[in-house]
């Protein structure tokens, strides 16, 4: 079998990114080996230019086990982004820590596993991919070694493990009725099928029920505030944003290309669990006084709002979640970021301790109220553009009714997003220090608030990416 080796050059350079990081480590004194956090920044960020080259050429190696079109190649230039912005915000952390350099080799494991689950053409490449993503995050969340990150790492690992049963059942029905692992070979075998088979149906929901673990869809969400609140931030950050968003492309790419012969039982299920989870997650952030337990509800609100593009089953719907989960992904890590700095200084993740930040660090605060805006969807920010495109994807599709509901969520969010904006500017600080921020965190609050705003009012250099990622997934 000849392979181009060439097709897998940002895998490849990925994990000897890893490897050298590792190595170098080791040659270096503890209170020195922070820094390689921005090595591994510089590192990926070449290899982030270098994959602009690897646009357009939709093909696929090894049988179709591994695919390289646009969805793939944008989804990993996505993962890069928000390792890239998690790891800079984390050198203060890992410094603490004692020099554990190790916590960035995890972090770019997780990230390498995301990579090759955009790319995976079979589901055995798909669940081993998942897995190595999972495992790592695993490792991460009970990284620190006070009581909550470990009952956060446990809590994870058994629920992650239930998770990874029910959609590695799921897969095996849905081989074992096709008889092939290959995603594209998969919905041939169904359409040579006479009428529905009830075992892929149930595949179907036991894949939708572990997918929907990682994203945190309702029901399957109830870990989420927990373990966001107890893993170490940096890593909070990474599991609500490149996790999640890795898990949606795997999710796209199975329902869309595998399985369009169940498009109409799977969207039915979608539509009740997003609507589901938009009402969930936002009533649910309202009374949160901590911060990280906020953002885990809303986060799980906008998983709600991101599965309405794949409900759409159109390329212009996966081009909205291909947008969205960017713009996502930015604000996101820019709260997250302001979270991490502020507890750092203070020791505390409680909104009501976010009182008066405007005076003791107006960047930060004006970066939180940016990103929260954003999360909101309020104009001209570039939340606004995200979910014009994911609303507009389904107006059309016979769900009206969940867009209204979207909108009316969105409206809700708005208020628990904005006690923590009125408490930075109305309230008194409850110290006068000013707040310290790291030059690497500054640099990516900085280039977040700019993203951020610059998108909202000029969206179209992402927007044609997004639209490429559509078209390669669904091109009919």
């Not at 820590?97 to 770019?108: A, Q, S």
């Not at 505390?348 to 969807?377: W, Y």
């Amino acid at each position: 079998m000849n392979i181009n080796v060439s097709l897998f050059t940002t895998e490849i350079a990925t994990a000897l990114l890893g490897l050298v990081v590792l190595a170098v480590g080791l040659f270096l004194t503890k209170e020195k080996r922070h820094r390689l956090g921005y090595v591994i920044a510089v590192g990926l960020a070449v290899i982030f230019v270098y994959s602009f080259g690897s646009y357009g050429q939709n093909t696929s190696v090894m049988d179709g086990m591994f695919i390289i079109d646009d969805f793939a190649v944008f989804f990993k230039q996505l993962f890069m982004v928000a390792a890239i912005l998690v790891i800079l915000t984390s050198t203060v952390y890992v410094k603490k820590m004692g020099g554990n350099y190790e916590f960035y080799v995890i972090t770019l494991v997780a990230a390498l596993g995301m990579m090759v689950l955009a790319s995976a053409g079979d589901l055995l490449t798909l669940y081993v991919a998942l897995e190595t993503m999972t495992i790592s995050f695993y490792i991460l969340a009970g990284y620190k070694t006070d009581l909550k990150s470990s009952e956060a790492g446990i809590k994870y690992l058994v629920l992650g493990a239930v998770s990874s049963g029910i959609l590695l059942y799921g897969l095996s029905l849905v081989y074992g009725m096709t008889g092939t692992f290959v995603i594209r070979d998969i919905a041939e075998s169904i359409r040579q099928m006479d009428g529905l088979s009830p075992a892929i149906l149930v595949g179907i929901i036991f894949l939708l029920s572990g997918l929907g673990f990682k994203v945190s869809l309702v029901p399957f969400h109830m870990w989420s505030p927990d373990v966001y609140e107890g893993a170490p931030t940096p890593v909070t950050t990474f599991l609500a944003t490149g996790s999640k968003a890795a898990s949606f492309a795997a999710l796209a790419r199975i329902l869309i290309e595998a399985l369009p012969g169940y498009s109409e039982q799977w969207t039915y299920i979608l539509a009740i669990m997003a609507a589901m989870t938009m009402v969930i997650g936002n009533i649910a952030a309202i009374p949160q006084t901590n911060i990280k337990r906020m953002l885990a509800y809303s986060s799980i609100a906008q998983a709600g709002y991101i599965i309405t593009g794949i409900i759409a089953m159109s390329s212009a719907g996966i081009k909205a979640v291909a947008f969205y989960s960017m713009v996502y992904v930015l604000a996101t890590i820019g709260a997250f970021a302001v979270v991490i700095t502020f507890s750092q200084n203070t020791g505390s993740e409680e909104i009501k301790d976010f009182g008066g930040l405007a005076q003791r660090s107006p960047f930060m605060a004006a970066v939180l109220t940016v990103c929260l805006l954003s999360m909101a969807g309020i104009p001209p920010l570039a939340g606004f553009v995200g979910k014009l495109y994911l609303f507009s994807s389904i107006v059309n599709q016979g769900y009206l009714w969940l867009v209204i509901l979207g909108l009316v969520m969105s409206m809700v969010s708005v208020y628990y997003y904005l006690l923590v904006v009125k408490a930075m500017y109305m309230n008194d600080p409850v110290s006068s220090t000013p707040i310290k921020v790291p030059v690497g965190t500054n640099v990516t609050l900085l280039l977040i608030l700019v993203l951020t705003l610059v998108l909202g009012v000029y969206a179209e250099p992402l927007s044609v990416l997004a639209n490429m990622a559509g078209n390669a997934i669904f091109p009919f």
